[in-house]
């Protein structure tokens, strides 16, 4: 996969989560992210209706993967609303 955006020392990927299964394990340092968080909300390409078991176990695929493809040390950045406009419980 080509970097969208590329310097001396930082290469920068863009792409949904399925992107990354073209990297090796320990691949990044940082992976910045904002997932569907299972509101309703009508999103391209992505399932916004799930169950909630479903939606669990989907967050917990996508966190596996980014643990697996971060280096010992790599962050993992986790955009999450400020408000909440969902009661899930």
């Given at each position: 996969m080509k970097p969208y955006f590329s310097l001396e020392k930082l290469d920068l990927y863009h792409g949904d989560v399925s992107v990354l299964e073209t990297f090796e394990k320990g691949f990044y340092d940082l992976c910045v992210t904002s997932p569907p968080?299972?509101?309703?909300?009508?999103?391209q390409g992505s399932n916004d209706f799930r169950a909630y078991d479903d939606y669990l176990n989907w967050c917990k695929n996508w966190l596996?993967?980014?643990?697996?493809w971060g280096k010992?040390?790599?962050?993992?950045?986790?955009?999450?609303?400020?408000?909440?406009?969902?009661?899930?419980?």
């Open positions: 968080y299972n509101l309703s909300i009508e999103y596996k993967n980014c643990y697996f010992e040390q790599a962050r993992l950045c986790l955009n999450v609303p400020l408000l909440q406009t969902y009661k899930i419980l």
